[in-house]
């Protein structure tokens, strides 16, 4: 089950962090993407960090949004920085237990299986 917090209310150029963990699991087993909806447009698959912990980020959101990792409380963080209006969405964490195959390593599944419940972020200019 995937634990999400974090989000807001920020102005233009403010930051916010979201947090996303797996209850009763590490979460450095897990691949994660976070998806955002904004009202009227379709889900935008915004970070990842695959199995081996590689990250790749939406041309929207690359230089300004960070996934970090911290072992010690066993969550995930989107840190977003230089928020604009159009950052204002629903955010979702999604993960999935990433598999391993001798022929490619460890590599993520296909769909991810558990979601978090969503949080809200608002961004004023």
């Known amino acids: 089950q995937v634990v999400q917090s974090g989000g807001g209310s920020a102005q233009s150029g403010g930051s916010l962090r979201l947090s996303c963990g797996v209850s009763?699991?590490?979460?450095?087993?897990?691949?994660m993407t976070w998806f955002r909806q904004a009202p009227g447009k379709e889900r935008e698959e915004i970070a990842t960090?695959?199995?081996?912990?590689?990250?790749t980020y939406a041309k929207s959101v690359q230089d300004r949004f960070t996934i970090s990792q911290d072992n010690t409380q066993n969550t995930r963080y989107l840190q977003m920085n230089y928020l604009e209006p159009e950052d204002t969405a629903i955010y979702y964490c999604?993960?999935?237990?990433?598999?391993?195959?001798?022929?490619?390593?460890?590599?993520?599944?296909?769909?991810?299986?558990?979601w978090g419940q969503g949080t809200q972020v608002t961004v004023s200019s």
């Open positions: 009763g699991d590490t979460v450095a087993r897990y691949c």
């Open positions: 999604a993960a999935g237990a990433r598999l391993f195959a001798l022929s490619r390593g460890f590599y993520c599944p296909l769909e991810l299986e558990y």
């Open positions: 960090v695959d199995g081996f912990g590689r990250t």
